[in-house]
Every structure is written in C-alpha cells, then in structure tokens.
C-alpha cells in the first residue's frame, strides 16, 4: 500500500524558497548533503548575489571606458599615424594628411545597399594589433591592442589608400553621374508613326563624348610627315606581304552590309540591317590595352540600316535606309538630325538608302528611284542639305553604280546596260559618254589612284575599275585617255572614245562582281562577289597583276559583304604614347584591309 505524502509544515521565518516536500519515513539530510545540493543546483539567495556581482562589475567597467577616452596631453595622446607617415612625394602630403584626418570614415563612398564585402561575422572577429609587428602602425595609440574585424578591415583599407592614392580616372568615374536613355523622335500622332520615326540613343555603351574628345585631338591621332619622307611608297607587284592582325571585337546580330574608315582619323563605321551603327577605334599595337576597342554605338527603331558614311571634312555620320528619310549624327554634340524629304522632288526620290558623298564635302549624291528606260541622281548641299541640281541618264535597266571624282567636280554613272556617263557638277553638263567593253549586267565601278594632269576635264582619278554580273572586271587608264587627247588636239566633246579598250580584263571571279575597292594611292585594288565564300582577289597597279599568294584557302572570309581599305599613314603614332585618351598604333603598314561577312564579323589585315 502506497502512502500519501505529508503535507509541508512551514515556519514563519522560513522562505517558501526552503520548503521542502518529506515522504513519510524519509530521512532528514545533514548539513553536508545539503550543502553539496546548494552547490550543484543552486539556491535563490546565490543567484541574487551573482546579480550584484554583474552589476558591480558594469559599473567598473564602465568607469574604465571613461579613463580610457579621457583627453590626454603631450605625446603620450597622440595616434601612430599622427606620429609617422610615408613619404611618397611633395605632391601626395596633401592626400595622405587629409586620409589620416577622415579615418573614421569607410572610404568615401556610399551606397544605398550593403557592400559585397560587408560581413556580419566581422563584429564578432577579434584582431590583436600588439602581437604581429606588421599590425602595429595600425594602431591609434600604443595601448591599443584588440579591435573587432570590421574596424580591422577600415584600417586595412585606410592603410592601403594611404600607400595607393585613388588615380585620377578612378575620381572621374566616381564623378560621373548615373547614365540615362534619351528618345530622340519627333512629335508623333499615332502609335505607327512612332515606329517609324523614333530613334533611341544607346548610351550603355560608351557616350559621344569620348569621341568628341577624340576628334578634338585629331592632329595628334594622325602621323606626321616627317622632311623627306613624303615620296610615295611603292609596293612588289608580284608577292603581297600581308599578315592578319586582330579582329574587330564582338559579332554584330546582321550581315554587314556597309564599311568605311574615317579619311583622317583611325576610326571605323560598320552597320547593317540590325538597325544598328557601330563606331571602333582602330588600335592593334601591343601598347593598347584592348584591341580596336568599341567607341560607341547607336540603334535606330524600325530602319535597316543600307548606306552608313563619314563626312569628309567634320564630325557627322550620315545614315540611311530604305526609308524616305535619312539621319545625320553629328558627333561633337551627340544630336542626330532626321532629313524627311527633298522638297520638290519627292516623286523621284522614293528611298535614300544610296548615297555617296563627295570628297571635299561639299555634295551629297543620292540614288534616285528607277525609271522606265534611265535613272536618276539628286545632287544635295552637304551643308545645308538643300537640292541643287539633278542627273538624267538614259540607260536600259536604270543606274547599277555611281561614284564622284577625286576631286569632287563630277560624277561617274553606270548604267546597267555598261554604258558609263561622265558628269560635270559646276557646268552641270555631260562630257562624255562611252560604252564598257563586253559589258553583260554591270553591278558596280570604282574610281582610284591620281594622274598628274593639270585641270583635268575627268577629274583627278587614273584608274577606273567596272565589274559585271558574269564576274569580269575590266580596269580603264584615265590617264592614257588624256595623253591620247593632248597628243591628237581633241576637244573635251570627243575626249573619250566611244568604245575604249580596257587596259586589263580580269576574270578570276566566276559570280557576280559585288565590291570593288581601290586603296588610298591606288596601288591595290580588292574586287570581291558575295555571291560565293571566299571570292575575292587584290590586284596590283599599274602591272595590272593579282596576287597568287594571297588569299590561300584557309583565309577566314566567308561571304563578303564589305571591304575597305585604310591608309597606313592614318594609323601612325609613336609606340606607348596617347592623344586624346586613345592608345595610338604604332605602324609601318601600307594599308589596312577590313573585309566584312554576313555572319556579322570584321577581320583585318595589314599590308606591309
């Protein structure tokens, strides 16, 4: 039988803390065990006393604290970092006085959200800065010894900052307020007219003003000529030393279908039908830090870009597609302008996607729509982009290609039936017409090289090259023509023979001629068709030879879909030295070759 447990008995002056339960016949504990029982488990009356003690020992503490900080006199008072410093220069005291006095600071910047670096075990890590020697200049006093990490890692960073002052590019870019999307369109009534009109600034990529900048150091950008060595450079006719340097970086999202260097500056501008222009400094030196970096880029909304070209003598981009508009960006401010219409004659200039622009920049050529039985081309004021004159050719099929004189006086028009029309722009007249020989569907012409007649009638070109769509280039001597015509006393009527006789006749191509490019002197001329990989071909002038070395057949090409050539006189510069924040290249080339493909890439070449 289990017996029930008797109630406690309480005295008055016990605490209901020493109440104890007893069981019937259950002994009493001695002092001893009770004793040991406080010890182990603990009694109220120790936990009150251990109160105190803690309190106590705040207040103590606390008092220390006050000591401690108390202001204090002499050299005893002062920090490590007051007392020594790195000498780094006259010109660098200012910054570290000025570092050592904002210690308390992180380091100058602010951010709305948590650094990457910032961790929360920081606070809870403790570095002893007494024990290792190379901790000791990180003191404040000399008895100072424990900080936690995260004042640990402020002073690391101080210290650092101290010994590396922050270049000033860095400061710039610190500086720089945060970048924005600007929509540059015209007031639109619907939703359609947006589209068409609208056009967005990529400012993600690198603004126009770097490159403002970089017109603004032009002079410093272009080789200059040293005494004695303005005599022209001639190259072999028989080998061509060519050798690949780096390619433009990235892929563009189209073919690129239109390609062009600056005439002065290292700058090359490639576009195509992804709507987009881009803009790469032409740098392939091993002093450059990134080869032929990208400058800047922009995107037009709804207009596949077709023709994209620098204007000769300033800082203006003109674009065009098939559309009938065209932009012009103009560099040095950043604005793009929109040209909507050539008034009074918009029933002839349907679409501006074909223009070319003269040399001396004074004209712009656009390609008008095609006839019934001929063709059209608008002269416009490059200036003030107003219509002052127009062409009439009457060819079967309309016009296949145009191309302005060296000089920039005249025009020369092909027909698409080979029937090639010489075109003055002072005298706005015709001064000659003849026929290409054995002309099957002519696709395009080109105009290089320079003659030494005085007031040449044809315009300064020697060379003019007519490609066709069975692949055969025919290469004409300008010169040759007004040798003949001096020689006999012809008048400028009777100039040029109906049917001239092509000095060479070149047919290594077996598709339709697509390009035709003469390099700066016109020495080499790139005749290439898009219409099969591979197919291109460099010609040496005046021996009228191609090139058997070059392009083997692993030569990257692809289908071409834009070539073009660079002076090597533009890319000069002293190798290490820099002009407008751009590395210069440092060159002995000839020429530069850019070749485009429908993938989307730009390879170079130099020409030695």
């Not at 005494?227 to 450079?233: D, H, I, L, S």
């Not at 004409?476 to 008048?491: E, F, G």
Request: overall charge negative; glycine content about 8%; aromatic content about 6%.
């Amino acid at each position: 039988m289990v017996q029930q447990p008797t109630p406690p008995t309480m005295d008055e002056d016990d605490d209901e803390s020493n109440v104890e339960f007893k069981l019937d016949g259950e002994a009493e504990k001695d002092e001893t065990e009770q004793e040991l029982e406080r010890l182990v488990f603990g009694d109220s009356a120790a936990f009150r006393d251990g109160l105190k003690d803690f309190a106590l020992d705040e207040q103590a503490s606390e008092e220390e604290d006050e000591e401690e900080t108390a202001p204090q006199t002499g050299l005893a008072g002062l920090d490590d970092a007051d007392l020594f410093f790195t000498d780094t220069g006259a010109e660098n005291t200012a910054l570290q006085l000025t570092t050592t006095a904002d210690s308390d600071s992180d380091d100058g910047l602010s951010s709305r959200q948590q650094a990457a670096w910032e961790d929360s075990e920081d606070e809870r890590t403790m570095v002893s800065l007494a024990s290792q020697p190379r901790l000791r200049k990180l003191r404040r006093t000399e008895a100072e010894d424990v900080v936690n990490g995260k004042e640990y890692a402020k002073r690391l960073r101080r210290q650092f900052q101290l010994l590396h002052p922050r270049p000033e590019w860095a400061q710039h870019s610190l500086q720089r307020p945060a970048k924005k999307k600007r929509r540059l369109s015209e007031n639109a009534a619907s939703d359609e007219e947006v589209s068409d009109d609208a056009m967005d600034v990529d400012e993600d990529l690198p603004s126009v003003a770097p490159l403002a900048k970089l017109l603004q150091d032009a002079e410093s950008l272009v080789r200059p000529t040293a005494p004695g060595t303005g005599k022209k450079r001639k190259i072999r006719p028989e080998v061509v030393d060519i050798q690949r340097i780096k390619d433009i970086p990235g892929i563009q999202p189209s073919a690129i279908t239109s390609l062009s260097f600056h005439p002065q500056l290292p700058l090359l501008l490639s576009s195509g039908p992804s709507s987009t222009l881009y803009l790469h400094h032409i740098a392939t030196s091993p002093p450059a830090p990134t080869p032929n970096p990208l400058l800047t880029s922009m995107h037009i909304r709804g207009s596949q870009l077709t023709t994209t070209s620098f204007h000769p003598k300033d800082e203006r981009i003109f674009l065009s597609a098939r559309r009938r508009y065209f932009h012009i960006w103009n560099l040095a401010t950043g604005r793009v302008e929109k040209i909507a219409r050539v008034y009074g004659h918009q029933h002839d200039q349907r679409s501006m996607e074909r223009f070319k622009l003269s040399p001396d920049g004074k004209y712009m050529a656009l390609l008008g729509s095609a006839r019934k039985g001929g063709g059209v081309v608008n002269i416009l004021s490059a200036s003030t982009l107003q219509w002052v004159t127009q062409v009439r050719i009457e060819s079967r099929g309309g016009i296949a290609e145009f191309e302005w004189w060296r000089d920039g006086r005249g025009l020369c028009i092909a027909g698409k039936n080979g029937e090639i029309t010489e075109w003055h722009v002072d005298r706005q007249e015709v001064i000659a017409r003849w026929q290409d020989e054995g002309a099957v569907g002519t696709t395009t012409l080109a105009l290089g090289g320079q003659h030494e007649v005085v007031k040449s009638p044809i315009g300064a070109d020697r060379w003019i090259a007519i490609g066709s769509s069975s692949g055969i280039v025919n290469i004409y001597d300008r010169r040759a023509w007004l040798a003949d015509s001096k020689a006999n006393n012809k008048d400028q009527t009777s100039l040029i023979t109906p049917n001239p006789k092509p000095t060479k006749t070149l047919g290594h191509l077996t598709t339709p001629t697509s390009h035709l490019k003469f390099s700066p002197d016109g020495q080499i001329l790139a005749m290439a068709s898009q219409w099969k990989r591979d197919a291109l071909r460099l010609v040496h002038l005046p021996s009228c030879t191609v090139y058997g070395n070059w392009p083997t057949s692993n030569t990257p090409l692809g289908r071409i879909t834009g070539v073009a050539f660079c002076a090597g006189d533009v890319l000069g510069g002293d190798a290490g030295t820099k002009a407008g924040g751009m590395v210069q290249t440092a060159t002995d080339a000839y020429a530069l070759l850019a070749v485009a493909n429908e993938q989307g890439k730009v390879r170079l070449w130099e020409i030695r």
